[in-house]
């Protein structure tokens, strides 16, 4: 069994930055690519950035040149390093991991979700 917990949301004002953290643990072979999604309310969840365990990445447009998200392979980690924000950013932010466990089996798993709300 795998789990995923983010931390590091928040109230930041327009301008300012967080930074949050997933990690994955329990029965893991591997952990392939792994993101960031957030909804906010009323609308549907949508990609913020993703990385592949090679390091490659992409982002969604409305957060290119403010967003930054790596990885650690070593702790099976992600992190997403957010400047600028701005007051639609204000979402859940959710953890996505593509894992392979100890048994080989592939699955698609969720953080239970940040809020990250940005306010003056």
């Known amino acids: 069994q795998v789990q995923l917990v983010e931390s590091g949301g928040g109230l930041v004002q327009p301008g300012g930055s967080l930074r949050l953290s997933c990690a994955a643990s329990?029965?893991?072979?591997?952990?392939?690519?792994m993101g960031w999604y957030r909804q906010a309310p009323g609308k549907q969840r949508e990609l913020v950035a993703k990385?592949?365990?090679?390091?490659?990445?992409n982002y969604a447009d409305s957060v290119k040149g403010r967003f930054t998200i790596s990885r650690d392979n070593a702790k099976n980690m992600v992190y997403l390093q957010m400047n600028s924000l701005k007051p639609e950013d204000t979402a859940v932010y959710y953890c996505?991991?593509?894992?392979?466990?100890?048994?080989?089996?592939?699955?698609?798993?969720w953080g239970q979700g940040t809020q990250v709300t940005v306010s003056s």
């Open positions: 996505n991991a593509l894992i392979v466990s100890t048994t080989r089996a592939t699955t698609d798993n």
């Open positions: 329990g029965s893991i072979f591997r952990v392939d690519a």
């Open positions: 990385i592949i365990s090679g390091g490659s990445t």
